[in-house]
DNA sequence: TTCACGTGTCATCTTTTTCTTACACGTGAA
DNA sequence: TTCACGTGTAAGAAAAAGATGACACGTGAA
């Protein structure tokens, strides 16, 4: 029961369901790459690369750093992470216990009469 | 090298990356259930529901089946299905491999003057 | 018939994601 | 200075997802 919690789980798998992002982890599992060249290599546009290189982040599947390349300029560094998901239904289940439910549970069943 | 194509991983993870759904899931772990017992259990509406169960069971992660009770009515029961997804840098590297490109590739790369 | 319970769908609204365009800043070289 | 290349961000349009409410249909029991 190492696993993420619910919240986190659900965080991560959103940041894996979508092509350019499937992308672009695919292309920095071989090597590392700055934000420009990656961009030029997936084909999408340097803002749109920058808002999936966050949400990748922020879901702890990618980490990025700034470096000094030899001619001065700043370069960002991302590469993957190590991360390990193993989903089956029993897993998914026990992530699901820990979820941030937003009001259910409390609140009123919603009603249904005609 | 058994895995999904690109396409089919992106409809999987996506399916699960809801709070409602992985509580959809984590529910039929334990047990199969039909629509508005499950709704009620869970908290949502039938309408809802009924969608969530729809995309869940479009990526393959659930089923089901038409059923009739003893006493006439018309049931549906769901039920999760074996799936096991394993998800690492290199697994995600090989699924995009087969993932279907908008048009990307061919197309001129976004220019990026000025 | 009417009610309670089961099924499903359609139209609509709200919210979130996705994507583009445009801007700002810094450095080295011509 | 101007250009090429690197960084980042903010505003707004377009598209997709999420959620609700109102329908319609069928059956058994009161």
């Given at each position: 029961?190492?696993?993420?919690?619910?919240?986190?789980l659900v965080e991560m798998l959103a940041a894996l369901a979508n092509p350019i992002r499937?992308?672009?982890?695919?292309?920095?599992?071989?090597?590392r790459d700055y934000v420009s060249q990656?961009?030029?290599?997936?084909?999408?546009?340097?803002?749109?690369?920058?808002m999936h290189l966050r949400r990748l982040e922020a879901?702890?599947?990618i980490t990025g750093r700034l470096e000094l390349s030899d001619d001065g300029k700043?370069?960002?560094?991302?590469?993957?992470t190590d991360f390990d998901l193993h989903l089956t239904a029993s897993a998914v289940?026990?992530?699901?216990?820990?979820?941030?439910?937003?009001d259910s549970g409390k609140g009123p069943a919603p009603k249904e009469s005609t």
């Open positions: 029961m190492g696993g993420p919690t619910g919240d986190d499937l992308r672009i982890v695919a292309t920095l599992a071989s090597r990656l961009a030029r290599e997936i084909g999408v546009s340097r803002p749109l690369l920058h879901a702890g599947l700043a370069m960002k560094y991302y590469e993957v289940a026990e992530a699901a216990q820990t979820l941030t439910m937003p």
